[in-house]
């Protein structure tokens, strides 16, 4: 499904010289796998997350989705790939202020070219998955840190994308809503949905289906990487 | 898109608001300065019209503004004049002479009073009666019609004929004999103006005025090509100074709007980086910013072109002293424009921010 290959990615230095964020990794993640991805900070987590999204354009390596090497295609038909076939979830959850949860959700597929109503009708369908419903005409101001992680989420599954990438999605939440969020995930993967999450929380990281270790942008292979879903 | 545009809008709106009161500052004034300098050469060519190629020989303190204003001073020039004309080497190139006395005279109903215009032309004998031949103004004002009569400063005046269409566009005109006028105005052997007409292709006109002026010790000949030649000069320098202001306006412009779409892009830009990440086409983004822009330009421009009708008459009729109003074909240019110079300003600013790498952005959110 996602094949990583050899990924390199180079960024200059504020003071000179060079950072090595990811240092020739080679991965594979199948479909319909729930996969963790943690490390220390620095580790380069959500650079692999955004390189495999087709956001950050590595230095060396190629990344393939399903068939297609993203970083072959041009910038538009890479940002046509988000809109389709990729998902980001942010741990800061990244809605539009002043639109409402339904109009957050309807967003990707009124930039996939939707009309309106029809991508209304997505947006309301997604929002009652994630019993989100009576909140769809209120806006993230007026929401809880868990129900904006929500509408984040719906607004990443509108599209009924082939991967959800999701960076820290419970990094700003307590305990019990990190719980509830990880909940939806996990009943999300279990209806078949890949997903590929970046955490540095080992206890949530545990219920995903496999855990990858990055070290100092590379794979960390000195401890087991797969764990009982 | 257009749900970004109008939500934006709403949440924003001051700072749209201020953005588009600026356009419409810049866009007014500007808008007022091309119909006053538009006015100012329709005058020109209005005055040309009715001057035709004559030459007028008036005595040199005539203040010729408002002589043109139909405010006639007490400058004079001897009604010996004409014959000393004829008798003289100029008088080659002179077809027609037409001595006039010019006063304004109190009478009737009308505020402004009327003007006694004295000709010395071939008049009808009336015996002790004046003839006169009255514009629609001065007939109304002086209550009389064609066929009546009335009196004038101890004159008794016939009217001949009440002309729809004056000499000269006076419709505030009592026109009769010159020695008539003299009496009314009490200016016996005097005159205002001489009017020469003649075909002057094989002379030039200026050297002919100076010739009529050496002639006439204290008289000034205003040739049409002459005064043309000033008042386009005028003209042509309102129009060059206009030109450095339609470009320091659309400078403004551009400060503006460019300033405000570069703070915009500042601070939208998680909103920018999010929707680059869900797929938005950056250009598409840039685009978005650049029809806001145009947006506000354009509403500006529209506020600008309505707020220019009420400064321009307030000009024009201090200025000028006549009723103006901007063209409504200057409201499309003005629109227009403004747009462009908006959207041009922050294509810019629009293109920067939507170029910017969504992670880098959404990592420092």
Known sequence: MIRVENLTKTFAAPGGGEVQALAGITLRIDRGEFVAVVGPSGSGKSTLLFAMGGLATPTSGQVFLGETRVYDLEREARAALRRTEVGFVFQTFNLVPYLTCLENVALPPLLAGRARADAMAAAEAVLERLGMTARRHHRPAQLSVGERQRVGIGRALVNAPRVLLADEPTGNLDPATADQVLDVLRDLNRGGQTIVMVTHDLRLAEQAGRIVRLRSGALDLAVPSRVTA | ?365
């Open chain 2, 1 to 365: 898109m257009w749900m970004l545009f109008i939500g934006d809008l709403r949440r924003r709106w001051v700072e749209y608001a201020f953005g588009a009161l600026a356009v419409a500052l810049v866009v007014s004034a500007l808008v007022t300065q091309r119909a006053v300098s538009a006015s100012a050469e329709e005058s020109v060519h209005d005055l040309a019209h009715r001057l035709g190629r004559n030459m007028l020989v008036v005595p040199a303190a005539t203040d010729l503004a408002a002589f043109y204003d139909q405010r006639y001073g007490p400058e004079a020039l001897p009604d010996t004049l004409p014959g000393i004309i004829r008798s003289s080497h100029v008088a080659q190139h002179v077809r027609s002479i037409e001595a006039r006395l010019y006063g304004n005279v109190r009478a009737g109903s009308e505020d402004g009073g009327v003007v006694i215009v004295g000709q010395d032309l071939a008049w009808p004998a009336l015996g002790d009666v004046t003839p006169a031949v009255l514009g629609t103004q001065a007939a109304r004002a002086l209550g009389v019609g064609p066929g009546g009569t009335f009196r004038l400063a101890g004159e008794a005046v016939s009217v001949l004929q009440v002309a729809e269409a004056p000499p000269d566009g006076l419709d505030t005109a009592v026109f009769m004999p010159l020695s008539a006028a003299q009496r009314v105005l009490r200016r016996p052997g005097e005159l205002s103006v001489l009017r020469l007409g003649g075909c002057w292709c094989r002379i030039d006109v200026a050297t002919l005025a100076g010739e009529v002026e050496k002639l006439v010790p204290g008289a000034r000949a205003v040739t049409v090509a002459g005064m043309l030649k000033a008042q386009k000069g005028s003209v042509e320098t309102m129009q060059r100074y206009s030109g450095i202001l339609q470009l320091t306006g659309g400078v403004v412009i551009a400060l503006v709007i460019g300033a405000l779409a570069a703070s915009q892009a500042r601070r939208r830009m998680r909103e920018l980086g999010l929707l680059v990440a869900v797929g938005a086409r950056p250009g598409a983004l840039a685009a978005l910013f650049t029809a806001q822009a145009a947006a506000w330009g354009a509403i500006g421009g529209a506020a600008g072109w309505l707020a220019a009708m009420p400064l321009t008459k307030h000009l024009a009729a201090s200025l000028l002293g006549a009723p103006l109003a901007p063209s409504p074909g200057l409201l499309v240019p003005a629109v227009g424009l403004a747009a462009l110079v908006s959207a041009v300003a922050a294509f810019i600013p629009a293109a920067r921010a939507t170029a910017l790498d969504p992670t880098v952005v959404l990592r420092e959110s």
